[in-house]
């Protein structure tokens, strides 16, 4: 099964649409439902509408009461299944993801490295496999196209720079 | 890398994706405005000529662009 949609609710409720044996459904019958409320303290657990589907499992930017602030989670469509996959910015200070973008093997995604600036990050859904990409800051634009992460961006001497990122080769980074 | 402009070139925060290629816009200059397009390879990243290509022009709108056929 795997999760092809996800909707957040502005109340920062999460709900999938599921494709299973060919025919999309929406969990917990016809109308969108509420699989897990990570947060109880605050209005949204789920921020941001950045998420991304990698090898049937939903990624997201969520923050939930445990103090670790907004990071990177990941959610199968069921309460256990829905959990941190790594503090990247370790204690409160949050490392905001955004930006995620999946390939069929990987996971592309901006977060805040330790000197608070917006740095590429590729995760496997791992918390072993997510590190950041050292030296690759902030894209302008990005996309996915052949399994491969796509992005522009400026250069430190200011020319415009398109670079292409293998969803699967860890040695073309 | 697959592509890099001449410097001070600014790019459209946008990559617009059409089957397998990608389209991107860069202004070189400030009186000048380049439509690219990459099958993902170097060879394969050209840019297209304004008097030359099938789009009948572009709109840059903020964080997007249209392309007309």
């Known amino acids: 099964m795997s999760i092809v949609k996800a909707y957040l609710h502005p109340a920062g409720t999460l709900a999938f649409l599921f494709l299973q044996m ?5 969990c917990s019958g016809q109308q ?11 209005t949204s657990g789920v921020l941001g509408n950045s998420v991304a589907a990698l090898k049937g499992l939903l990624y997201f930017s969520g923050e939930s009461q445990s103090g670790s602030g907004q990071e990177l989670w990941r959610t199968d469509g069921t309460e256990q299944g829905t959990y941190m996959v ?22 592309f995604f901006l977060a805040k490295n330790k000197e608070d600036k917006d740095v590429l990050h590729v995760s496997d859904g791992t918390e072993k496999g997510t590190r950041e990409l050292a030296g690759l800051i902030k894209p302008a634009a990005s996309v996915i196209m052949d399994d491969a992460y796509f992005y522009i961006r400026t250069s430190p001497f200011n020319n415009t720079e398109l ?9 073309t980074f | 890398m697959i592509f890099q402009s001449k410097p001070d070139a600014r790019p459209f925060p946008a990559l617009y994706q059409a089957g397998k290629l990608i389209y991107f816009i860069i202004q070189p200059n400030r009186d000048e405005v380049e439509l690219w397009r990459t099958d993902g390879t170097k060879e394969g990243t050209l840019l297209i000529p ?3 290509n099938e789009f009948t022009g572009f709109e840059a709108v903020g964080d997007l662009f249209f392309l007309e056929i």
């Not at chain 1, 670079?163 to 040695?171: A, I, Q, S, V």
């Open chain 1, 22 to 26: 060919g025919i999309l459904t929406v």
């Open chain 1, 163 to 171: 670079w292409r990122l293998n969803g699967n080769e860890d040695e």
């Open chain 1, 32 to 42: 969108a439902s509420l699989v897990v409320d990570i947060n109880k303290t605050t």
């Open chain 2, 50 to 52: 304004s008097s030359q």
């Open chain 1, 86 to 107: 790594k503090d990247i910015k370790k204690g409160e200070k949050s490392s905001m993801p955004s930006g995620l973008k999946a390939t069929s093997g990987k996971l």
